[in-house]
C-alpha cells in the first residue's frame, strides 16, 4: 500500500503543478470571442468595445469570430465545445443562454452546465411603440383604447419566438387585451409598415428606435425594463403599470465549463475594471447600451440563473411551444 502511494501521488501533485504554471503564463497566443449573431449588428459594438480594451490589458490581441445562425444554435455550438484552455469565450446573449433552451424542442449542448459565465457586459431595454396616430401616450392609455376597439391595433413582432415576439404576448395577457400580431423576418420592414401606417405598434430595442422617435415618427409608449429610461425620462416603465416587469436584452462573457479557476477569476477581474471604465460606459451608452459593471463571479451566475427562472416563467405563462 505504502508503495502505491508513492507511485501515485507524485503524478497527481505534477499534474497540479501543469495547470497552475499554465494559468501562471496565460495568456501566451491570442484570444478568440464567438458571437452567435451576423456581423454588424448590436453585439458586434459591444464585442469590440470589450475586445479592444480586454487586448490591451492583457496584453494578446482578442480576435471576434461571428458564427451566426441556426437561432443562436451554430455559434454556441461552436463555443460550448470548444477547448477549456481560457482561448476561447463565448459573447452570450440572453437569447442563447436563457430563451433557447424554452423556444427549441432539444439543442446540441446545455446552455446552463456547457458553459462559466465570467461576467456581466451590456443590456439593451425594449421599447413599446406607436405610429404617432395611435390615440394614446403612454400603456395605460393604449390598454384602455385595445379595449374598446379590439380590431383597431396590431403590433409588428420579429416572431413569436424571439424576444419582441414573447414580450407583446406578456404584455397582452397581463393588460388582457387581444392586440394581435405581425411577424416579420426582418424588423426592419416592420419598422417601416408602422412609421407607414399599415401596422400600429411594434417593440423595439432602444438603439433601433433613437433615430425614429427624433425624427417623431415613432411614438414611446412605455420601457420594459423595471424604471423609467434616463435618456427618455417622460416614457414610463411596463413595470408602473404591471408591477415586476423587467425583460431585456443582455449579454455576458462565458467561457466552456472546465477553465482553469485560474483564468477564470482573472478575466473576471479584468472585466468589471472594463466594465466599469468611464469611456467603455459612454461608448456603450452613446450606442443606447447600459452597462452595471462585470460584477462578481457569483453575482453574473446569479444573475443568469435568475433570468433563466424569469423567461421560462414567461414562457410558460404565454403558452409558447417550442420547436
Avoid at 134 to 146: D, I, Q, R, T
Avoid at 153 to 161: F, S, V
Avoid at 216 to 227: D, E, F, M, Q, W
Avoid at 252 to 274: S, Y
Wanted: charged fraction near 20%; charge should be neutral.
Amino acid at each position: 500500500m505504502t508503495m502505491t502511494i508513492r507511485w501515485i501521488l507524485p503524478p497527481v501533485l505534477m499534474l497540479g503543478a501543469l495547470t497552475t504554471a499554465a494559468a501562471q503564463s496565460w495568456p501566451d497566443r491570442p484570444i478568440k470571442f464567438i458571437s452567435s449573431q451576423a456581423a454588424g449588428g448590436g453585439t458586434d459594438i459591444i464585442g469590440r468595445v470589450v475586445a479592444d480594451r480586454l487586448s490591451a490589458r492583457l496584453g494578446q490581441p482578442v480576435v471576434f469570430e461571428n458564427r451566426p445562425g441556426g437561432g443562436n444554435v451554430i455559434g454556441t455550438q461552436a463555443a460550448a465545445r470548444s477547448a477549456p484552455d481560457g482561448y476561447t469565450f463565448f459573447l452570450a446573449s440572453a437569447a442563447a443562454l436563457v430563451t433557447d433552451p424554452y423556444t427549441f424542442k432539444s439543442l446540441p449542448y446545455d446552455p446552463m452546465k456547457d458553459f462559466t459565465v465570467i461576467s456581466r457586459i451590456a443590456e439593451v431595454t425594449f421599447l413599446l411603440l406607436a405610429h404617432p396616430d395611435v390615440p394614446a401616450k403612454n400603456l395605460p392609455e393604449l390598454v384602455a383604447y385595445a379595449k374598446t376597439n379590439p380590431d383597431k391595433l396590431q403590433i409588428a413582432t420579429d416572431g413569436p419566438r424571439r424576444f419582441s415576439g414573447m414580450i407583446a404576448a406578456w404584455i397582452n395577457k397581463l393588460a388582457g387585451t387581444n392586440i394581435s400580431y405581425v411577424p416579420y423576418t426582418q424588423m426592419t420592414q416592420g419598422v417601416q409598415d408602422v412609421i407607414a401606417g399599415r401596422v400600429q405598434l411594434l417593440i423595439l430595442a432602444v438603439p433601433a428606435a433613437k433615430g425614429q422617435i427624433a425624427a417623431g415618427k415613432l411614438r414611446p409608449l412605455a420601457a420594459t425594463s423595471a424604471n423609467r429610461l434616463p435618456e427618455l425620462p417622460d416614457v414610463q416603465a411596463v413595470a408602473e403599470t404591471f408591477p415586476g416587469f423587467d425583460f431585456a436584452g443582455w449579454w455576458v462573457l462565458a467561457a466552456p465549463t472546465g477553465v482553469p479557476a485560474d483564468i477564470v477569476a482573472r478575466v473576471n477581474r479584468e472585466m468589471d475594471v472594463i466594465m466599469k471604465d468611464p469611456e467603455a460606459v459612454g461608448r456603450l451608452q452613446s450606442a443606447g447600451f447600459r452597462t452595471r459593471g462585470g460584477g462578481t463571479l457569483k453575482e453574473v451566475s446569479d444573475f443568469v440563473q435568475g433570468q433563466h427562472t424569469a423567461w421560462g416563467t414567461l414562457v410558460k405563462e404565454i403558452g409558447l411551444q417550442p420547436e
